[in-house]
T-cell receptor
Framework: DAGVIQSPRHEVTEMGQEVTLRCKPISGHDYLFWYRQTMMRGLELLIYFNNNVPIDDSGMPEDRFSAKMPNASFSTLKIQPSEPRDSAVYFC???????????FGSGTRLTVV | DQQVKQNSPSLSVQEGRISILNCDYTNSMFDYFLWYKKYPAEGPTFLISISSIKDKNEDGRFTVFLNKSAKHLSLHIVPSQPGDSAVYFCAAMDTGNQFYFGTGTSLTVIP
């Protein structure tokens, strides 16, 4: 199994542009999580899905952020418009069980200039 | 391929005793290691870290040990408390600032 696959690995964009981060979870994992890692706040849960349905999006910082999971093998996190304060590493993780056994992707390092 | 491995899915320890959580990695280019703690229904929170130039870092009841030759690190919690019951993730960062997480070890501290 290739694990959780995220793309791109690095993204540099200008303020105001739309950014789309992508994630392919492990096959058979019913839960998918999006996290944001910053030095100031550590690892924050943004949103998670169960069976492709968003369950808790209370961690999404504001309306500029949106996430979708059109099928069991793909999810996107979109930021529109992007701002410099969105610069962080964004992780996707998947799990069979919500409370244990997460597998994290390698992350996408986003830099908004 | 999983570059950071936590081979023990679960661990049970009596209150007051030492908890030892283990983590192995494969990439010698990792230069920074972290432990995260996660309670159910919450995201992981940072616990303690260690740079590859050190072999030990201590913070209160938590100590992380790094053995670079063995590509192994461990988290010691002493004394263990019931509130320490959680899932613990080991993570490593490479020189390109990319993170790699283990799959976690569920610790149960028995009162």
């Amino acid at each position: 199994d290739a694990g959780v696959i995220q793309s791109p690995r690095h993204e540099v964009t200008e303020m105001g542009q739309e950014v789309t981060l992508r994630c392919k979870p492990i096959s058979g994992h019913d839960y998918l999580f999006w996290y944001r890692q910053t030095m100031m706040r550590g690892l924050e849960l943004l949103i998670y899905f169960n069976n492709n349905v968003p369950i808790d999006d209370s961690g999404m910082p504001e309306d500029r952020f949106s996430a979708k999971m059109p099928n069991a093998s793909f999810s996107t996190l979109k930021i529109q418009p992007s701002e410099p304060r969105d610069s962080a590493v964004y992780f996707c993780a998947s799990s069979r069980d919500r409370s244990y056994g997460y597998t994290f992707g390698s992350g996408t390092r986003l830099t908004v200039v | 391929d999983q570059q950071v491995k936590q081979n023990s899915p679960s661990l049970s320890v009596q209150e007051g005793r030492i908890s030892i959580l283990n983590c192995d990695y494969t990439n010698s280019m990792f230069d920074y290691f972290l432990w995260y703690k996660k309670y159910p229904a919450e995201g992981p929170t940072f616990l303690i870290s260690i740079s590859s130039i050190k072999d030990k870092n201590e913070d209160g009841r938590f100590t992380v040990f790094l053995n670079k030759s063995a590509k192994h690190l461990s988290l010691h919690i002493v004394p263990s408390q019931p509130g320490d019951s959680a899932v613990y993730f080991c993570a490593a960062m490479d020189t390109g600032n990319q993170f790699y997480f283990g799959t976690g070890t569920s610790l149960t501290v028995i009162p």
